[in-house]
């Protein structure tokens, strides 16, 4: 059942509109073969609409990668993972209602949905670059240079640029045909990290799809916590209780982490 919504809310369209203009959005989502293509649509489809709706709107959303249904939670979750890193819908909103979105759920007690539209700042920061000795030359190594090594198809050259600080090189490490899983997860698991080389990851369409990926992502600290959230909904149950419990990770993501197994205990 959709929450009862508080008098002084702004809502044009009833519940059931909204539900299922979701269904629609989910439909024709998942006929599209690009993910550039989906993130569109699925922006044009929230444009206009009040803050209190869009909260609904995903609100029904994350609901439906919860059904048993094995078909619409597949749709569902497709559709989550193109707002892990929100950046295209913040700027088709715009800030002031994407901000008005997150205190329209809150207010709602829409807690999931709040966090979603969170800006909140990673819980660790800290300067990034080469920490291993034989890798540290890489940094008298020209910016030029190193963008075209991260290109090379020799498994040793991409070793030695995986803690690079460029996202440039990081995006061609990550559509390097030579790079395997186990060059994404060094990337991902570096500590220190930035918000932008993990954001490329979380994003980049062949590596962000795998589980481990995820699970690394979502457990850095270094993480934007906004985008750990989003993450913790792929995660399996004793992936989710060390989010729960490891006190490293920011509060908001500890606290989703506690919802989700809530809800499945449920279940």
Same mark, same amino acid.
């Given at each position: 059942m959709l929450p009862i919504l508080p008098s002084d809310t702004v809502?044009?369209?009833?519940?059931?509109?909204?539900?299922?203009?979701?269904?629609?959005?989910?439909?024709?989502?998942?006929?599209?073969?690009?993910?550039?293509?989906?993130t569109?649509?699925?922006?044009?489809r929230i444009h206009g609409m009040t803050p209190v709706e869009i909260a609904h709107f995903f609100d029904l959303l994350l609901k439906e990668t919860k059904k048993k249904e094995a078909f619409n939670k597949e749709k569902a979750l497709m559709a989550l993972a193109l707002i892990i890193d929100p950046e295209e819908i913040k700027k088709r909103l715009?800030?002031?209602?994407?901000?008005?979105?997150?205190?329209?759920?809150t207010e709602l007690g829409l807690n999931k949905v709040s966090r979603l539209f969170t800006d909140l700042k990673p819980q660790k920061s800290g300067p990034i670059g080469y920490d291993k000795e034989e890798e540290a030359k890489m940094e008298q190594t020209s910016l030029g240079e190193r963008r075209t090594l991260s290109k090379n198809n020799r498994i040793e050259s991409i070793d030695r640029l995986l803690s690079d600080p460029d996202p440039m090189v990081i995006r061609n490490i990550l559509?390097?045909?030579?790079?395997?899983?186990?060059?994404?997860?060094?990337?991902?698991?570096?500590? /220190?990290?930035?918000?932008?080389?993990?954001?490329?990851?979380?994003s980049h369409p062949k590596w962000s799809k795998r589980y481990a990926v995820k699970k690394?992502?979502?457990?850095? /600290?270094?993480? /934007?916590?906004?985008?750990?959230?989003?993450?913790?909904e792929f995660l399996m149950s004793q992936d989710l209780k060390v989010a729960a419990t490891e006190e490293s990770l920011h509060a908001e993501?500890?606290?989703?982490?506690?919802?989700i197994l809530k809800e499945r205990e449920v279940r």
């Open positions: 809502m044009t369209k009833p519940p059931e509109e909204i539900e299922r203009l979701l269904g629609r959005t989910l439909d024709d989502m998942f006929a599209l073969p690009e993910t550039g293509m989906r569109s649509l699925l922006c044009d715009g800030h002031l209602l994407y901000r008005e979105v997150r205190i329209s759920a559509s390097n045909p030579r790079t395997t899983e186990r060059e994404v997860i060094k990337i991902v698991s570096k500590r /220190p990290n930035s918000e932008e080389i993990l954001k490329t990851v979380a690394v992502l979502a457990l850095n /600290p270094y993480s /934007p916590p906004r985008l750990a959230i989003a993450l913790l993501v500890r606290a989703s982490a506690t919802d």
